[in-house]
């Protein structure tokens, strides 16, 4: 591996926090008292967390510094402004409604922008998305290409929308009967992959033929920014101001989830032009959230949004964010492991199909895969897999998704690649004993969302 390619932490590290290093026996009873799900141990057990990058960030001394200056005025506060004009410059929408998180915005443009029975077409579901556009009526459609699904085909920008399925849709349904497009950048369940510049001006150019709206989720819109200068032709010296500001030209507003692209550890929001839009989701914000000038965040987490959303616009940040993601998965590949290719922008996804092909997928191998590593290594890291699909809820069946990973997410500026090496390290160890990971089964399975609290014992 040419070791040139990867750039050096582009800060210093100005304030520590001490984790510890506990054993393997320890381990092996930890891992077996939370029921072989990782979600289920306790953080202090955990040497280096890779279970997501949602709020897991690290702010910078001058975000922090932005802490001490809130206003925390009831109404009017003077962070918020500051987040509106950082939002408008970088974004360019017209109007903004701060919520506690992407959920929160998610669940307001749901009520105000779609119709009971109405199709809201999407690159690849994200679950609390969908949840939120469903239980207003809406059926979301998958219209993703299909080339997202092929978890080790290697081609650039896998998150794009099949215009054809677009446009069948349009033709099936009717223009009237679609809510919205629903444009994710990146996409989070299909390995992080980006969305091309060149499919979000086809996207815009379909859609305004038939007056249909384009939302986008924003969560993780700066490493998609990133891939597109990176890969695309046209881009090389564009800076990723100038993409983000060109890629959210051709939407009528987004969702956005703080927790991620934003460098903070908690906050969201929404944005939109058009003015009735506006009005409509002031009126469910105070319902929801909080005053139109707060929406649950406190204003001096406002503030460290607006410092934190400038400084994920430096091209040394994100680049070093994206390579060191990278670094992890080159490291993997190098060593014969299975991943998702490409890489993507947030995490590394292990392909536990061909990590454990002595388990059939109802033998949970990507659980098993996450719980193993963290009694090897004392890595934290998430199933995506047959247990988070959870069951069909008419024939009570389990869903058997067609990729079955374990998923080992980078929190932004927390690790170093020295880490990066002990995380490799230790998948690579334990992929020369993956006949020792063992099959697992259910004894105690929750009807909803059961990933999160379920529990399993060794078969
Ligand atoms: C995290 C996330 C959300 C939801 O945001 P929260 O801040 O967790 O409520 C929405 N979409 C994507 C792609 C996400 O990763």
């Known amino acids: 591996m040419n070791y040139e390619l990867f750039p050096a932490e582009p800060f210093r590290i100005k304030a520590v926090e001490t984790v510890r290093m506990n054993t393997r026996e320890e381990r092996t009873e930890l891992i077996k008292e939370a029921g072989y799900n990782t979600f289920l141990l306790n953080s202090d057990d955990v040497y280096i967390d890779l279970l997501t990058d949602s709020g897991t960030n690290a702010m910078s001394d001058k975000q922090w ?7 925390e005025a009831y109404a009017g506060s003077r962070n918020f402004f500051h987040l509106k004009e950082t939002v408008e410059e970088i974004f360019g929408f017209k109007y903004i409604v701060p919520t506690h998180q992407g959920r929160g915005a998610e669940n307001i ?9 109405q199709y809201v077409p999407g690159n690849m579901y994200f679950t609390t998305t969908r949840y939120h556009q469903e239980r207003n009526g809406g059926n979301f459609v ?25 446009q069948k849709l349009i033709d099936e349904k009717g223009a009237e009967n679609i809510a919205y497009v629903c444009l994710a950048v990146t996409v989070n369940l299909a390995g992080g992959q980006p969305v091309s510049m060149q499919n979000m001006r086809e996207v815009r150019e379909l859609t305004n033929k038939y007056g249909i709206k384009v939302f986008y989720d924003a969560t993780r819109c700066v490493e998609n920014a990133y891939f597109i200068k990176e890969q695309e032709a046209g881009f090389e010296n564009t800076s990723i101001q100038d993409i983000v500001h060109e890629m959210f030209s051709y939407a009528d507003g987004c969702t956005m989830s703080g927790k991620k692209d934003c460098i903070v550890n908690i906050g969201g929001f929404l944005c939109m032009n058009d003015e009735q839009l506006y009005n409509d989701a002031k009126e469910l914000v105070v319902v929801y959230e909080g005053m139109p000038s707060y ?12 410092i934190g959303l400038k400084e994920a616009m430096q091209f040394e940040y994100i680049e070093h964010r994206v390579k060191q993601v990278r670094y992890l998965g080159e490291r993997l590949l190098e060593a014969g492991i299975p991943i998702i290719e490409p890489i993507g922008g947030h995490a590394v996804f292990l392909d536990a199909r061909r990590f454990c ?11 098993s895969l996450a719980a193993t590593l963290y009694l090897y290594s004392g890595v934290r890291s998430m199933e995506r897999g047959i247990v988070s699909a959870g069951r069909d809820k008419v024939t009570g069946k389990n869903h058997a998704p067609k990729l079955e990973t374990v998923r080992l997410t980078i929190p932004r500026r927390v690790y170093t690649y020295r880490h990066m090496d002990y995380v490799a390290n230790a998948v690579i160890h334990l992929y020369e004993e993956r006949e020792k990971i063992k099959g697992l089964k259910f004894v105690y399975e929750p009807k909803q969302l059961r990933f ?3 529990r399993f014992e060794e078969i």
């Open 142 to 166: 998958d219209i993703i290409c299909d080339e997202a699904h092929d978890a080790s085909l290697d081609i650039p920008f896998k998150g794009n929308i099949d215009l054809n399925k677009l």
């Open 295 to 306: 929406g649950g965040m406190a204003g001096r987490d406002m503030e460290a949004m607006a």
């Open 452 to 454: 999160f609290t379920a």
């Open 65 to 71: 510094a932005g802490m001490m200056i809130g206003d």
């Open 357 to 367: 092909p002595h388990l059939t997928q109802e033998q949970f191998p990507a659980q």
């Open 109 to 117: 443009l749901s009520q105000i922008a779609i119709k009971p029975g």
